[in-house]
T-cell receptor
Framework: GIQVEQSPPDLILQEGANSTLRCNFS?????LQWFHQNPWGQLINLFY???GTKQNGRLSATTVATERYSLLYISSSQTTDSGVYFC??????????????FGRGTQLTVWP | NAGVMQNPRHLVRRRGQEARLRCSPM?????VYWYRQLPEEGLKFMVY????????ESGMPKERFSAEFPKEGPSILRIQQVVRGDSAAYFC???????????FGDGTRLSIL
């Protein structure tokens, strides 16, 4: 299967700070998604970004597919940004069609 | 548009009982996926289904676990004779086609006494 590594594993910030989360993956992919798991356990879709750059408010993401990594940027962080951020990738080839491979996540804590 | 609906949100079972988890995909989505999140771990793929077909069940334990997505009604993940190690959050996702972005439900938290 595809290996997905996320860094850093833990991140502690003060409100207002900016941060960059990284996701490296071991094979070419057709699907890359970023999720936020909030303290209630819900998985919130942030971005579908197999390549290129997208922005949504204070969040933006960039995927460089040829170099097999993606970055999630959080600007002016707020306490409500706390939670675990997961990167997940998938491919449309062969026997693993459809499934997503998840990284172990980055645990973000934002203090007021 | 309603999102992916999972029920129940929380399920408590005693060892040896059966657990049934339900998932209704988003409207227009015919592909359903189940994932399991064990404590302190990331999410792991279990099974991929289309209507009346199991496409890939290689992530699902061979014993006690089964899944279906009938022509009518929700997808069901069934766990027979539950054990303590089955305690986890089970997430369902759906997509309009394979390899398209997947939309996740809120999960079912299964606790085994």
């Amino acid at each position: 299967g595809i290996q997905v590594e996320q860094s850093p594993p833990d991140l502690i910030l003060q409100e207002g700070a900016n941060s960059t989360l990284r996701c490296n993956f071991s094979d070419s992919v057709n699907n890359l998604q970023w999720f936020h798991q909030n303290p209630w356990g819900q998985l919130i879709n942030l971005f579908y970004i197999p390549s290129g750059t997208k922005q949504n408010g204070r969040l933006s993401a960039t995927t460089v597919a040829t170099e097999r990594y993606s970055l999630l940027y959080i600007s002016s962080s707020q306490t409500t940004d706390s939670g675990v951020y997961f990167c997940a990738v998938g491919t449309d080839r062969g026997s693993t069609l459809g499934r997503l491979y998840f990284g172990r996540g980055t645990q973000l804590t934002v203090w007021p | 548009n309603a999102g992916v609906m999972q029920n129940p949100r929380h399920l408590v079972r005693r060892r040896g009982q059966e657990a049934r988890l339900r998932c209704s995909p988003m409207k227009g989505h015919s592909h359903v996926y189940w994932y399991r999140q064990l404590p302190e771990e990331g999410l792991k793929f279990m099974v991929y289904l289309q209507k009346e077909n199991i496409i890939d069940e290689s992530g699902m334990p061979k014993e006690r676990f089964s899944a279906e997505f009938p022509k009518e009604g929700p997808s069901i993940l069934r766990i027979q004779q539950v054990v303590r190690g089955d305690s986890a959050a089970y997430f369902c996702a759906s997509s309009p086609q394979g390899s398209q972005p997947q939309h996740f439900g809120d999960g079912t938290r299964l606790s085994i006494l």
